[in-house]
Structures are given as C-alpha cells and as structure tokens.
C-alpha cells in the first residue's frame, strides 16, 4: 500500500475540495502537468511533420508516450491508437467495421450512452443491435449474451465496470463466449483502466477504449483505442499524416497507428497522459485497485445504514457508489454536499439513462472515488448525507 496524505500533495485541487467524482474525471498529478508545461516551454513543435530538433523531439516525446501505454495495458504499439476521449474510439470501430445488410451487434443495458449510441446509430447502415439486460445489482451473466447470439451476429460490446452501479463485469467470461462462436468483441475500460489491472495481452479483445482523464489520471481531450487487427476497420477521418501517398485519383492509407490519427494529434496532451500512467505504475495500480474498491465499499455500507438513503449496486464493488435519499432530487443533494461541505459528487443519469431506469429512478447521486481519496472523507460524506436526510425523512 502507499501513503494516501504524500499522494495527495501532487494534486493541489484536493487542499480545497472533497473530490468525490472521479468515474467522470479525475486529477492529474502535478508531474505530469508540468510534462505538458514543458512541451509549451521548450520543444512545442509537430508531430512526424519535420526534421528539425523541436519537431523531432516532439514526435519522439509522443511516440514514447505510446510505448508508455502500450506497455501498461499490454497491448502493443502499432495496436495503440490515439483518440480524443473512448467515445471517438468506440465511434472509429462502429463506423469504419465492415457491416453487411443484416448483421446484428450485442449491447446491454448498463453501458455509458458513448457504448449504445454509436451502435443504435448503425440501423441506417443495415445493422441490428441486441440489447441484454443486467440483474439489479449490475451484473450482465454471460449466458444471457450467449443465448442471443446467431448466425447474423458479429460483434459484442460491453463495459468493464458500470459507470452507474459499480459492477465488474465477467468480461473474460464473455470474451471466452466471443472466442467460441467467433464473435468480435469491444471492451470499455473508462472505468477500469488505471483503477485495477487491465492486461489486454490476456483478455484478448479485439477492441478495446479508455478515456485518458480517468483512472490513468490524464488530462480531458486524450483517450486510447486498441484494434487487434487494424486492417479491418476503416479511419473515421481523413487528412494529413495518415496517408503514405495522394495522386490525383487515389491515396493509400499508412498502417496503424498512424491510419487512424489524421490531422495535428494532442500532442501535448497525450505527453501528459504518458507522465501520468507512469505515476500510476509507480504508485501500484493492485494498491490503487484496494485502496478505491476499500473505500467505495466503506462508503455503500455507510450510507446503507442511513435512514431515507437508498443504496444501489453490489456489495462487491469497485469505486462507484451511487445512492439516492428519499423525498429529494439527486441535484439538490448533489448541491447541498458541495455548497455546504464542498464535497463533489455526480448527480444525475451519468450519461446512462437506460441503466438508471432500471432501477426505477430518475437519477442518482453518485459517489466515485479516486487513488487520493480518505476514509476521513468517506465518513464526512456520510456524515452529511445523515444530516441531509434527516431533514425530509
């Protein structure tokens, strides 16, 4: 285990705030902020698109960031691809996979809108899409899945870890079922990549998305995809630095990464995310997996025990709580934590309206916790959701 109050000293924001909503975004550690200061400061130039210093050594900073990754999820370089958040990775599959007339595709109905919507999206393009539902705590039993696949089926999709409820998905379970009956399978890792051991080389997907601002502690605007078998899919955009060569009636596409990163990428960006997942490593991502999983399940048993407070979600969680007090709106809570204790919490659908509704609510508060957080500010979360709900229960 490391040492939560020496962690803490890297991201300054936490000395004013109890920031209690990492599932939608986390803080970056100063270490890796002052790695994008000084692309700025010291070699701000392009990338792959000169042969002088300041663009050599941008591109080199950015290519090692890759590597960075790469070796962190146990993916490989050329599979490695740069995107602006998992939402445009899981875009670039949906509209560049080679669907026919007829195929169908497998969703359930706890994944983020980022892994329905792109999907739901196909039914112009011919594509069908089925959805699976999960039980009350979350979960998805990959029987279910299985009992829905045919002959027409060509790709599954499903989160890692609900954004809502806190499940852990069976994804290797699934990904077994994928294998068998020879079925494309898409993992979303938002809130698993950086929380809890990810390694891609085992789980043997052939997609896999993660947003770069969340468990791997990033800035907003970096996310990474993973295509096994880049040939497949066709890039989402078209433009400069993808392309090996143009004559006025073809061009032909460079191979991956570079296929699928068209345009000026985020370099300064991603070198800040590629600082940051080597913070992740050095701090331990199995120490950060208990330390988070300690304290969300601390917290949901905390809040359970609450007069008014409805808990949801399993017992075996990872770091997401989310509860709702009886008689209030989630955003009243949510505010009233923040105005009064300053503790951030998300309220809402968290961009998951048919997984909210599932459990027959009209959103929820949700408590999310991060690498830095306490049990001291579990229990003033706690503790003023008690005062909260005692006011209307």
Not at 118 to 143: H, N, R
Not at 162 to 168: A, D, P
Not at 248 to 276: D, H, M, Q, W, Y
Not at 350 to 366: D, S
Request: glycine share 8%; charged share 25%.
């Amino acid at each position: 285990m490391y040492d939560v109050h020496t962690i803490r000293e890297d991201f300054p924001v936490l000395k004013d705030v109890t920031y209690l909503d990492n599932a939608a975004t986390t803080q970056t550690p100063v270490q890796a902020v002052c790695e994008m200061l000084d692309y700025f400061y010291k070699y701000a130039g392009n990338h792959g698109r000169g042969a002088h210093r300041i663009a050599r050594e941008s591109t080199d900073r950015y290519e090692d960031a890759r590597d960075t990754v790469a070796s962190f999820l146990n993916m490989g370089s050329d599979r490695t691809i740069f995107t602006k958040n998992a939402t445009e990775g899981i875009n670039v599959v949906a509209r560049g996979f080679p669907w026919e007339k007829g195929d169908n595709l497998i969703v359930t109905l706890v994944e983020h809108h980022s892994n329905l919507l792109p999907w739901m999206a196909l039914k112009e393009m011919g594509a069908g899409i089925k959805f699976v539902k999960p039980d009350s705590e979350g979960f998805v039993d990959p029987e279910d899945i299985l009992s829905v696949i045919d002959e027409n089926t060509r790709l599954i999709s499903i989160n890692h870890v609900s954004n809502v409820f806190g499940s852990i998905q069976d994804v290797r379970k699934v990904a077994s079922i994928a294998k068998q009956e020879q079925i494309k399978l898409m993992i979303d890792g938002s809130q698993s990549a950086g929380n809890m051991p990810v390694d891609i080389g085992k789980l043997d997907p052939d997609f896999f998305v993660c947003p770069g601002h969340k468990g791997l502690l990033g800035p907003a605007g970096t996310g990474v995809l993973y295509i096994k078998e880049p040939e497949t899919i066709y890039p989402l955009s078209l433009g400069g630095g993808m392309v090996s060569s143009v004559t006025n009636e073809n061009f032909k596409l460079e191979l991956s990464p570079a296929k699928f990163e068209a345009g000026t990428p985020n370099i300064p960006g991603v070198i800040c995310l590629g600082r940051a997942v080597e913070y992740v490593s050095e701090v331990g991502v199995e120490a950060i997996e208990k330390h988070e999983h300690s304290l969300a399940r601390e917290a949901a048993s905390m809040l359970s025990e609450i007069d008014g407070v409805d808990v949801y979600g399993p017992k075996d969680r990872a770091s997401v709580v989310s509860f709702n007090v009886a008689g209030m709106n989630s955003h009243d809570v949510a505010m009233i934590l923040d105005q009064t204790r300053s503790i951030c919490v998300r309220s809402g659908y968290h961009c998951a309206i048919p997984a909210v509704e599932l459990l027959g609510a009209k959103g929820t508060v949700r408590a999310s916790f991060g690498l830095y957080n306490t049990e001291d500010e579990v229990e003033e979360l706690a503790s003023t959701v008690s005062e909260i709900a005692s006011m209307v229960y």
